[in-house]
């Protein structure tokens, strides 16, 4: 059996605790035999900036390349809010999308027939909800240059962004974008902006081409990113995989986790592309932040954690039966009404971080048997 080398990078805030889950189901696959797992662990953002001054320090870059795959938990919080910007705790972060080239993003938001009372929307809009975010995770206004704030004659300053696309990088996230709506209701809607943007002008007509050429057999429809927010909160389910730029994904994903009852309920995988023997680099992380405010309190949901390990398993290991099996047994113990605080009813009890990661373990292992 080849061994699989995770690097863990669990961050600042709820970070470390949502880790700790992980690691106990890691090592549990291990020893059952399903998969041989070698685990290193490393500091990434606040952590990593008062132990070494930087965000991520050259020998956890290192390690992350070398690793067969990244399990990251969440950096930030507030004792870092006045480090220097290039330091900054979602640095670390942005240089691993950036340097392992991780230019898909894939958010699935899977409303759990169980949670369906705890979004905010009404039961009958999310029950059932199955929709994949596919965002583009290395280009657009998070890495275009200039990127600057400059002083001007009038002292005045003047503040830069740049949002950047280009045909091949467009191309690459819209491929993903179709090769994934193939396995599932066989629809992608592309949002962008071509109505005030240039970049959306590009993105709207290189989608179209590639789905011409290449997807024909795929419905493809085209959504102002503006519209496609209020859609999803109008009605979520008539989406299947929405691809979109960087930042429109950045905010339309957190939309889309809150339909699912929590922000502690998503994961995600951030994929590169394949090389020559079909691996690729990856990085699995929650879509939700470091929560400062319950950090260190065993009050985090770890789920977004864990289904990150189950996408890591089908993604980057093709463990399908594993990760069919852990998802599995996260639906069980929902079902089951373990819940942690962000996803309790009133009246319901609540388990702990740790909690929850051991009845989640436990099914699996029933399952397993
Ligand atoms: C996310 C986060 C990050 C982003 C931050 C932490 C840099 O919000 O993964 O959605 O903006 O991409
Ligand atoms: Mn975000």
């Not at 490393?42 to 991520?56: F, P, T």
């Not at 429109?248 to 922000?263: E, P, R, Y």
Request: aromatic share 6%; charged share 25%.
């Amino acid at each position: 059996m080849a061994t699989h080398k995770l690097l863990l990078l669990p961050g600042d805030g709820i970070g470390p605790e949502v880790a700790a889950e992980v690691e106990k189901l890691v090592a549990w696959f291990t020893k059952a035999g399903i998969a041989a797992f070698e685990t290193e662990r490393d500091l990434v953002g606040g952590a990593a900036y008062d132990a070494h001054g930087a965000a991520i320090s050259e020998d956890a870059m290192k390690r992350a390349m070398q690793a067969d795959a990244v399990l990251f938990g969440a950096v930030g919080g507030p004792q870092w809010a006045d480090v220097a910007y290039e330091v900054r705790p979602e640095a670390g972060l942005l240089r691993l999308r950036k340097d392992l080239a991780l230019f898909a993003n894939l958010r699935p938001a899977i409303c759990y027939a169980a949670l369906a009372d705890a979004s905010s929307l009404k039961k009958e809009l999310v029950e059932g909800l199955d929709i994949l975010i596919v965002r583009e995770l290395t280009g657009g206004v998070y890495f275009g240059e200039p990127k600057e704030i400059v002083t001007l004659e009038n002292g005045q300053k003047r503040a830069v962004d740049t949002q950047l696309y280009t045909t091949g990088e467009i191309e690459r996230i819209t491929r993903v974008a179709f090769d994934l709506a193939k396995k599932r209701r066989n629809k992608v809607s592309s949002a962008e902006k071509h109505n005030v943007m240039k970049s959306g002008v590009l993105w709207k007509q290189v989608v179209t081409d590639i789905h011409k050429r290449e997807f024909a057999e795929v419905e493809l429809e085209h959504v102002l990113a503006d519209n496609c927010a209020m859609q999803l909160v109008k009605n979520p389910k008539q989406y299947d995989v929405i691809v979109c730029d960087n930042l429109f994904g950045d905010i339309l994903s957190d939309v889309a986790a809150m339909l699912t009852g929590s922000l502690g309920m998503l994961p995600s995988a951030s994929l590169g592309a394949e090389d020559a023997s079909g691996k690729r680099k990856a990085l699995y992380e929650p879509v939700h932040g470091s929560a400062p405010d319950i950090a260190g309190r065993q009050l985090a949901n770890p789920i977004a954690m864990i289904g990150s390990l189950a996408m890591c398993l089908r993604y980057s290991f093709g463990l399908i039966e594993a990760a069919d099996m852990l998802e599995r047994a996260i639906t069980d113990t929902l079902t089951d009404g373990v819940r942690t605080g962000d996803i309790a009813a009133p009246g319901m009890n609540t388990v702990s971080t740790s909690g929850m990661g051991d009845a989640i373990l436990e099914r699996l292992q029933t399952l397993a048997r």
